[in-house]
């Protein structure tokens, strides 16, 4: 599966930003799905995660109750709703999807497919 992340760009500390992550390739479903950053000089770290029905969700917990994972398996797309963000969520996005048969995982090593990243960047 190739994947294509976007939406990144410049806001405000407080401010909102929706980052879609289009795939191609009709086994979409059968991926978990998932997103990470990389801010500079930093490791890329989890985000948030997805399993293929979209019923189960997993958060880092410095996200937890401002950020929202979802999928629309018809439009083979995977969103990442963004509130109330702060200048530490500046980082470079990527999504990616894990074709294991396992349940939602947190780890990145697990995840098979990654796009290219999307620059976010949050000014105080």
């Known amino acids: 599966v190739q994947l294509q992340a976007s939406g990144g760009g410049l806001v405000q500390a407080g401010g909102y930003l929706r980052l879609p992550c289009a795939a191609s390739?009709?086994?979409?479903?059968?991926?978990?799905m998932g997103w990470f950053r990389q801010a500079p000089g930093k490791e890329r770290e989890f985000v948030a995660a997805l399993s293929r029905s979209g019923s189960s969700t997993r958060y880092a917990e410095s996200v937890k109750g401002r950020f929202t994972i979802s999928r629309d398996n018809a439009k083979i797309t995977v969103y990442l709703q963004m509130n109330n963000l702060k200048p530490e969520d500046t980082a470079v996005y990527y999504c990616?999807?894990?074709?294991?048969?396992?349940?939602?995982?947190?780890?990145?090593?697990?995840?098979?497919?990654w796009g290219q990243g999307t620059l976010v960047t949050v000014s105080s």
């Open positions: 390739g009709r086994t979409f479903s059968n991926y978990v």
């Open positions: 990616a999807a894990d074709s294991g048969i396992g349940g939602v995982t947190t780890s990145l090593s697990l995840y098979d497919y």
